[in-house]
């Protein structure tokens, strides 16, 4: 069980937040497959005012797709507000804070990461967020900014002292983005500070990294970024492993194809089609990998426009060998690139 503030969850476990990809069809699937609190994509405070299409998208949900977070970014007290006031009309359960960020458009903004620089005025930013906010407020940081300037904990212990209900980490700095490897011990000494509940975020790409996670830890939850892409089944792997301590049998070809299909036809019912064709092309490479010779057919995805032609591609794969990876060496997809 998870408690953060007035939200009682029974998994531990959460589908973390992904620019570009935690959208409607992806949180829907992942919930299909065990997981029970999704945030959705990351919402700038400034395009929240603006109320853009793209900005509108992101904010559709559905009845099934509850408990929900949302995420916002910003820096400016005016267009938090402004955001705040807009997501009054919306219905979710969480809210947090982006003081995670790499990206170097928004860090040049002062925005994201680049508030691990700026503990005291993130702390008043939140303070200001939580008195706004109709739900409970966390916040998501990294393990600092760069190597030398670790301070998750000082950030974590302000955070917790303008009255936000839970943390969440990346334990990793600024400056290592999405590599290198997670400083479990800087997760630990969060998680020793701190009164309210924490969760983890970093490397939960197979049962065993998660359950490495909390015995390294003590977290409270985790959050599970990259390793759902291409692998919604991946809470219950967890949640078996963790009750079990045995490693659940990895899904078929079969059952990869099947539900490669379904996440297709999700994305294209929820876009234009070419939106969604084109949208589903990352996911291809995520849920194909054990795939021999795939190749050929990632380059024809990288090409794909129409569901049809995606889908024969789809069902190419039924004739291809398949090695199962272990998942205790479970690769980071190349999502990024
Ligand atoms: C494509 C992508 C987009 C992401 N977007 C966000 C985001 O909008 N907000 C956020 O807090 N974290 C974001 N993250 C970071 C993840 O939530 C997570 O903290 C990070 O990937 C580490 O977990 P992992 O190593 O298990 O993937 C993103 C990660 C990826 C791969």
Same mark, same amino acid.
């Given at each position: =069980?998870?408690?953060?503030?007035?939200?009682?969850?029974?998994?531990?476990?959460?589908?973390?937040?992904?620019?570009?990809?935690?959208?409607?069809?992806?949180?829907?699937?992942?919930?299909? +497959?065990?997981?029970?609190?999704?945030?959705?994509?990351?919402?700038?405070?400034?395009?929240?005012?603006?109320?853009? @299409? @793209?900005?509108?998208? =992101?904010?559709?949900?559905?009845?099934?797709?509850?408990?929900?977070? *949302?995420?916002?970014?910003?820096?400016?007290?005016?267009?938090?507000?402004?955001?705040?006031?807009?997501?009054?009309?919306?219905?979710?359960?969480?809210?947090?804070?982006?003081?995670?960020?790499? #990206?170097?458009? &928004? &860090?040049?903004?002062?925005?994201?990461?680049?508030?691990?620089?700026?503990?005291?005025?993130?702390?008043?930013?939140?303070?200001?967020? *939580?008195?706004?906010?109709?739900?409970?407020?966390?916040?998501?940081?990294?393990?600092?900014?760069?190597?030398?300037?670790?301070?998750?904990?000082?950030?974590?212990?302000? #955070?917790?002292?303008?009255?936000?209900? #839970?943390?969440?980490? /990346?334990?990793?700095?600024?400056?290592?983005?999405?590599?290198?490897?997670?400083?479990?011990? &800087?997760?630990?000494?969060?998680?020793?500070?701190?009164?309210?509940?924490?969760?983890?975020?970093?490397?939960?790409?197979?049962?065993?990294?998660?359950?490495? =996670?909390?015995?390294?830890?003590?977290?409270?939850?985790?959050?599970?970024?990259?390793?759902?892409?291409?692998?919604?089944?991946?809470?219950?792997?967890?949640?078996? +492993?963790?009750?079990?301590?045995?490693?659940?049998?990895?899904?078929?070809?079969?059952?990869?194809?099947?539900? =490669?299909?379904? /996440?297709?036809?999700?994305?294209?019912?929820?876009?234009?089609?070419?939106?969604?064709?084109?949208?589903?092309?990352?996911?291809?490479?995520?849920?194909?990998?054990?795939?021999?010779?795939?190749?050929?057919?990632?380059?024809?995805?990288?090409?794909?426009?129409?569901?049809?032609?995606?889908?024969?591609?789809?069902?190419?794969?039924?004739?291809?060998?398949?090695?199962?990876?272990?998942?205790?060496?479970?690769? *980071?997809?190349?999502?990024?690139?």
């Amino acid at each position: =069980m998870l408690k953060i503030g007035t939200l009682e969850l029974k998994s531990r476990l959460i589908l973390a937040p992904m620019a570009g990809v935690t959208d409607l069809p992806f949180r829907l699937l992942a919930r299909r +497959f065990g997981c029970e609190f999704a945030f959705i994509e990351m919402l700038n405070v400034r395009s929240l005012g603006h109320k853009s @299409r @793209r900005t509108l998208e =992101m904010l559709t949900v559905d009845a099934q797709d509850r408990p929900l977070g *949302v995420q916002i970014l910003g820096k400016e007290p005016g267009f938090i507000l402004k955001g705040l006031d807009v997501l009054r009309k919306y219905k979710f359960e969480l809210l947090d804070f982006n003081s995670a960020c790499p #990206a170097r458009k &928004v &860090v040049r903004r002062g925005e994201g990461a680049a508030l691990m620089r700026e503990p005291k005025k993130l702390q008043k930013l939140l303070k200001l967020i *939580v008195k706004e906010s109709p739900v409970p407020v966390t916040v998501k940081i990294r393990s600092g900014w760069d190597e030398k300037s670790i301070n998750a904990r000082e950030v974590a212990l302000l #955070a917790e002292d303008a009255g936000v209900s #839970a943390v969440f980490i /990346h334990g990793r700095t600024r400056m290592q983005e999405y590599g290198g490897n997670v400083e479990y011990g &800087v997760i630990r000494k969060v998680k020793k500070a701190l009164k309210i509940p924490l969760v983890a975020s970093g490397d939960i790409l197979s049962a065993q990294l998660a359950k490495r =996670m909390f015995d390294e830890t003590g977290c409270d939850g985790l959050a599970v970024a990259r390793g759902a892409l291409g692998n919604p089944w991946i809470f219950r792997q967890i949640e078996d +492993f963790l009750k079990s301590g045995k490693l659940p049998p990895e899904p078929g070809k079969e059952e990869i194809v099947k539900v =490669m299909l379904e /996440h297709l036809r999700a994305n294209t019912d929820f876009y234009p089609e070419d939106v969604g064709v084109m949208k589903f092309r990352r996911f291809f490479c995520c849920y194909t990998k054990g795939f021999r010779k795939v190749r050929p057919l990632r380059e024809k995805v990288s090409r794909a426009k129409a569901k049809k032609e995606m889908e024969g591609i789809i069902l190419g794969c039924k004739g291809l060998e398949r090695v199962i990876p272990r998942q205790s060496a479970a690769k *980071v997809p190349d999502i990024l690139d």
